[in-house]
């Protein structure tokens, strides 16, 4: 299991993801702290999203996933969609993507 920012990032970096329309753009994200239950600089302590020791149910004694804290269905759900969207629309908030509202549907491709 890997932390949902990192998830993104690096899917978009396997798929060589470029925006189609002004290739030499930044990629602009919107704040997916309630998408994906994480973002950069908005953890609730200094030390992460999660407690280091969680322990999901059903997981053997000593057995622990901190990352699995934050991996509540909605949050799955938010993010499966948000990948989808990707695909199909690249960078944009069509269809409950990533991107900032304003960028037009289909701007990038994968």
């Known amino acids: 299991l890997r ?5 993104l ?3 978009m970096r396997a798929m060589h ?3 189609k329309d002004a290739p030499a753009r930044e990629i ?7 998408d994906i239950g994480q973002w950069p600089y908005h953890s609730p302590t200094v030390f992460n999203f999660y407690h280091f020791d969680y322990q999901p149910r059903r997981f053997d ?4 996933a901190p990352e699995f804290e934050i991996f509540t269905t909605p949050i799955v759900v938010s993010f499966l969609n948000g ?3 990707l695909i199909d629309n690249g960078m944009t908030s069509c269809n409950n993507g990533f991107g900032h509202d304003g960028f037009p549907c289909r ?4």
């Open 3 to 7: 932390e949902p920012l990192l998830k």
């Open 9 to 11: 990032i690096h899917f």
């Open 17 to 19: 993801y470029t925006d």
């Open 28 to 34: 602009a994200v919107r704040d997916l702290l309630d």
């Open 61 to 64: 004694d000593g057995l622990v």
């Open 83 to 85: 990948m989808m969207s």
């Open 107 to 110: 701007q990038g491709s994968l």
